[in-house]
């Protein structure tokens, strides 16, 4: 059942993200005079699921599902027509038009698909708001894995900033270290004292190819008393609110190891330290047969939620566009450099499937949509061949230079074009099968 779910998430999401991005070439081409001779959602080699022609147009829906397209008379595509190109040229044909018409013709899928992430997030920004768990609300700062120690972080550290950058969102620390290329300067708060940390770049590359930085770092949550069930616990002193330091003199900052502390003195009395507002006390507690002293627990930490008005939602997804698109543009820089070793993490549909989640959840949905959108815009503003941006860098050129490319020229890059990214689909989705059925 969870898969199913995955799949048509999945199946929707990319339904909608290719629809809006050829509706964005076809309303542009429409716009400008230039005749569309197709509207496919799916490719459709041999047949397809159904049709239906009205005007010009021929609209449909193939039985491949790995994107669509539209057919833009006098344009060489991944269609290859190249004997529509010997005929004699039209007035309605995408060659007759001007350079500039035609560039933006071919930009506009991108510049709809950013457009969708925006109105996605602002509408995400209005209905959900925006929830976060504040760096200031771990006050009793962060457990590091063996790969955390070694790039000089020590339990408890306060993380207060990455290179003059102030930590708001717990999130951002991994961001930041993840997505690096140069070294980091952290700033920590230790033991009550500003402490500053140089992480080596070598250090932060080796820790992203060992995918040690999963569990890099873990904020540190003590146990918190919800409810008193038992009157010996009131009895002793403990109230509503108490926050858990530690069991009989040992620091104890994480509410599942106190359990485990409990249960090592099942039938017998513990002294506690607990903070009440701004004080610490010592209480001695009974600990029942079962390693347990009778109250409810629950977080001293909780997300923080930022609601929007309406007008308020739209900068709050104007913000949220940019720094997803800045995120995800850096690790397409970093992907490309062999010695990070990023590559390897490419994943085809699986791995895009998986980032669904397995539960029905639209907000998440539309995070994801939206993530995705952003996705296949920066991947078809790259300049190869076959994709929106080669499309465009050839035009751009002619607007430039005033010398239009030939189209014997156009037809072989399309060629390349379209085996490199056949290429890298073989390669994505290889990586997907290799971790499913091998790692």
Known sequence: MEILIKVIQLFMSLSLLVAIHEFGHFIAARLFGIRVEKFYIFFDPWFSIFKFKRGDTEYGLGWIPLGGYVKIAGMIDESLDTEQMKQPVKPDEFRAKPAWQRFLVMIAGVVM????????????????????????????GYSFNETGHDLGFADGDKVISIDGKKIDNVNE?????VLSDKDRQVLV????????????????????????????????????VHEITEPKAAKAGLAVGDIILGVNGTQVIDAAKVREMLKQYSG?????????????????????????????????????????????SIPAGARLTGRVISNYWQQLKMIVKP?????????????IGNIFPSEWNWQQFWFTTAFLSIILA?????????????????????????????DRFLEIAQYIGLLLILALLIY????????FFIK
């Open 378 to 406: 920066i991947m078809n503003i790259i300049p190869i061949p076959g994709l929106d941006g080669g499309h465009s860098l050839f035009t751009l050129w002619e607007m430039i230079t005033g010398r239009k490319p030939s």
């Open 339 to 351: 010695q990070t070793e990023m590559y390897k993490n490419l994943g085809g549909f699986i791995a």
């Open 189 to 224: 708060e230790r033991n009550g004292m500003p402490f500053r940390i140089t992480i080596p770049y070598d250090k932060l590359l080796e820790m992203r190819n060992n995918e040690s930085y999963a569990d890099l770092y873990t904020p540190r949550v003590p146990m918190m």
């Open 113 to 140: 698909n950013l457009l969708l992430a925006f109105v996605i997030y602002c509408g995400i920004s209005y209905t959900w708001g925006s929830s976060y768990l504040a760096n200031e609300d771990i006050r009793w």
């Open 268 to 312: 017998q009395r513990v002294t506690v330290d607990v903070e009440r507002g701004n004080n610490i006390m010592s209480l001695d507690m009974p600990v029942d047969a079962e390693g347990r002293i009778e109250f409810l627990a629950t977080s001293p930490i909780t997300l923080r939620t930022q609601k929007y008005s309406f007008w308020e």
């Open 428 to 435: 994505a989705n290889g990586n997907d099968i290799y971790r």
């Open 173 to 177: 620390i991994m961001n930041m270290l």
